[in-house]
């Protein structure tokens, strides 16, 4: 699977749009780009996936540009509560594996008021 | 909304002693995980399960472990003598079965089971 790298922490204002990197500039073609988030001591939440297009779902967006050599998870309007550490993952859509999810460091994104 | 459900919630055990983490997973799900995540660490895939036997583990999934589905709505995972480096939050997921929407990698988790090894 492709090697993700993404900031380690950033800062947003509540109400404002927080903009979360992830570059996977060795991404091959068979390849989603995935989104999870975990707020302290909670278990992981699926946010989004993507493979080419951009996507909206009711929690984000996720831009993926044209080269998919990196993508942005967009949260519109950032609240306290999306306070937590966020995850790019990329992995092979199709596989015989158990489809195993292999979380990085992710970003830390602080929300503050 | 359905969701993924772990008991307990803390559970505290000597070195040495067997473990056995609860998950009842969604009910129409068909795949099932434990993942682990040591304090302060990144989460660490442990094992999958589906149609009554495992798909897939790490190397941390070694003869200590084992996973079982009991009846028709547990799912465990069994850690057969505890170590100290057992100590972490162990999260159970499931996933919905193929063709009814979303993505192999669309994966619900449960709320964890904290173990603590003294």
Not at chain 2, 45 to 70: C, G, W
């Amino acid at each position: 699977d492709a090697k993700t790298t993404q900031p380690t922490s950033m800062d947003c204002a509540e109400g404002r749009a927080a903009n979360l990197p992830c570059n996977h500039s060795t991404i091959s073609g068979n390849e989603y780009v995935y989104w999870y988030r975990q707020i302290h001591s909670q278990g992981p939440q699926y946010i989004i996936h993507g493979l080419k297009n951009n996507e909206t779902n009711e929690m984000a967006s996720l831009i993926i540009t044209e080269d998919r050599k990196s993508s942005t998870l967009i949260l519109p309007h950032a609240t306290l509560r999306d306070t937590a550490v966020y995850y790019c993952i990329v992995r092979v859509a199709n596989s015989n594996s158990g489809y195993a999810l292999n979380f990085g460091k992710g970003t830390s994104l602080l929300v503050t008021p | 909304e359905p969701e993924v459900t772990q008991t307990p919630s803390h559970q505290v055990t000597q070195m040495g002693q067997e473990v056995i983490l609860r998950c009842v997973p969604i009910s129409n799900h068909l795949y099932f995980y434990w993942y682990r995540q040591i304090l302060g660490q990144k989460v660490e895939f442990l094992v999958s399960f589906y149609n009554n036997e495992i798909s897939e583990k790490s190397e941390i999934f070694d003869d200590q472990f084992s996973v079982e589905r009991p009846d028709g709505s547990n799912f465990t995972l069994k850690i057969r003598s505890t170590k100290l480096e057992d100590s972490a939050m162990y999260f159970c997921a499931s996933r919905p079965p193929r063709g009814s929407g979303g993505t192999p990698y669309e994966q619900y988790f449960g709320p964890g089971t904290r173990l603590t090894v003294t």
